[in-house]
């Protein structure tokens, strides 16, 4: 295994594992303070549930998230989507730090390759979060 | 069904979807997304963006697995990820103005020919000798895996990688247009077109999947697609899925791993030409 193999493995997995765990105490919490069987905690099951407004549970910006964060208590599906979106940068740090690897490795064609990469990567996140 | 069989139902079927998924180098969309609309009831949009975070916590188990084993070769994953990112961000850009059911069919028929050129390789344990691409080999594009299965070292090198990337291109492109994985398109480009070995091209497909993903999941989140109800049973069960597929590849055969992987493209060719020609519920 190269180092970088090693790094990027290592990211992938524990930044999968953290996300997830993050993803399931916001719901176990939500679980605990709305009751399991309330109605709160209903899994939607709607067929179009924009036509009734924007759907319950869901975060779609970073704002909203930090609001749900700072809140007292703090809001756990806040806690939860700071899991979504850690899980969805997993991969974008896995490249963003093979940059280095490579750097150090000498490797200055794969550097390139990862920065443009990474770089699209961020770009799209950015774009996508801002709309 | 009360709410905590249904969570548990869901972490099941994902479950096996990621371990159907980490073995084949999918997502697992294309069988999460029927099961989750069909037989779970939910509605399509919170089915398509749990199966995203699914690509993405497939991803994450089954490649830090295989960048561990050797089968995942970072540097074809990450050379071919800018031919499959960028195609995904114009794709993406260009849906609603392009024609999709004309795409869809002509993906259709590209496909049923993938079918049978998979059908005529199905014996093919190992490509035969190493290829001297120019490219592979200023890129590096090559690798050595233990194969357990096999008893020993595999030697490999990726073939005809100017084909490779421009199909890897319009995979990117077609996945951000029409909205699907491009997992099956990612293994066919690198087992058929680059004949890698295809463990090699699977597991390859692995590390792909998720960084293409990650291009797209920004979209889906401010859609509000992404429900966390749904998606963090999907991601758990996914994650602890694909780590049992993984320890379950390594140990197949090549030419298994390819039959296995032949009813995919057969069904993918089916639905988008059913599609293509209007026939499907989407």
Redesign the interface.
């Known amino acids: 295994?190269?180092p970088?193999?090693?790094i990027?493995?290592?990211i992938?997995?524990w930044?999968?594992?953290a996300?997830?765990a993050l993803?399931?105490i916001?719901?176990v919490s939500y679980a605990v303070q709305v009751g399991?069987?309330s109605e709160g905690?209903?899994?939607?099951?709607?067929?179009?549930?924009?036509e009734a407004g924007?759907?319950p549970?869901?975060?779609?910006?970073v704002r909203q998230v930090l609001e749900g964060l700072r809140r007292w208590p703090v809001d756990p599906?806040a806690v939860?989507?700071v899991?979504?979106?850690a899980?969805?940068?997993?991969?974008?740090a896995a490249?963003v730090v093979?940059i280095g690897v490579f750097l150090s490795e000498g490797d200055r064609?794969?550097a390139l390759?990862?920065t443009?990469?990474a770089a699209?990567?961020i770009g799209?996140?950015?774009?996508?979060?801002a709309? | 069904m009360?709410?905590?069989a249904?969570?548990a139902a869901l972490v099941a079927t994902s479950f096996g979807a990621g371990v159907v998924g980490a073995v084949l180098g999918l997502g697992g969309g294309i069988l999460l997304v029927p099961l989750l609309t069909m037989v779970?009831?939910?509605?399509l949009?919170?089915a398509m963006g749990a199966s995203l975070?699914s690509v993405?916590?497939t991803?994450?188990?089954a490649?830090?697995?295989y960048?561990?084993s050797?089968l995942s070769n970072?540097?074809i994953g990450?050379?071919l990820?800018?031919a499959t990112?960028?195609g995904a961000?114009i794709g993406a850009a260009l849906s609603g103005i392009v024609p999709g059911r004309a795409l869809e069919l002509i993906l259709g028929l590209a496909l049923s020919y993938s079918v049978v050129v998979t059908l005529r390789q199905l014996k093919v344990e190992l490509p035969e000798g190493l290829p001297y691409d120019p490219i592979a080999m200023r890129?590096?594009l090559e690798g050595v895996y233990h194969d357990v299965r096999l008893g020993r070292e595999v030697k490999y090198r990726a073939d005809r990688v100017k084909v490779g990337f421009v199909v890897m291109w319009g995979a990117g492109v077609l996945s951000g247009l029409l909205g699907i994985g491009s997992g099956a398109f990612k293994v066919l480009a690198l087992d058929y077109v680059m004949r890698l070995p295809m463990k090699v091209s699977t597991a390859t497909s692995n590390f792909m999947i998720?960084?293409t993903?990650?291009?797209?999941?920004?979209?889906y989140?401010?859609?509000?697609d992404?429900?966390?109800?749904?998606?963090?049973p999907v991601?758990?069960g996914v994650?602890l899925g694909a780590s049992v597929g993984t320890a379950l590849m390594g140990r197949l055969r090549n030419t298994t791993v390819r039959a296995l992987f032949l009813p995919v493209i057969v069904y993918l060719a089916l639905s988008m030409i059913a599609r293509g020609l209007g026939w499907g519920a989407s």
Do not use: K, Q
Not at chain 2, 226 to 232: G, N, Y
């Open positions: 295994m190269t970088v193999e090693r990027v493995s290592r992938l997995w930044g999968g594992v996300s997830i993803m399931l916001g719901l399991i069987g905690f209903d899994v939607p099951r709607t067929i179009e549930p924009r924007p759907p549970h869901v975060f779609t910006s599906l939860a989507a899991g979504l979106l899980l969805a940068c997993t991969p974008v490249v093979s064609r794969y390759i990862s443009l990469l699209a990567l799209s996140l950015l774009m996508g979060g709309g | 009360g709410h905590v249904f969570l779970f009831g939910i509605n949009h919170y975070i993405i916590a991803s994450s188990g490649a830090a697995m960048l561990r050797g970072i540097r990450l050379f990820a800018m990112v960028t961000l890129f590096g998720g960084i993903a990650a291009a797209s999941a920004a979209v989140f401010g859609r509000g992404i429900h966390p109800m749904i998606a963090t991601a758990l994650m």
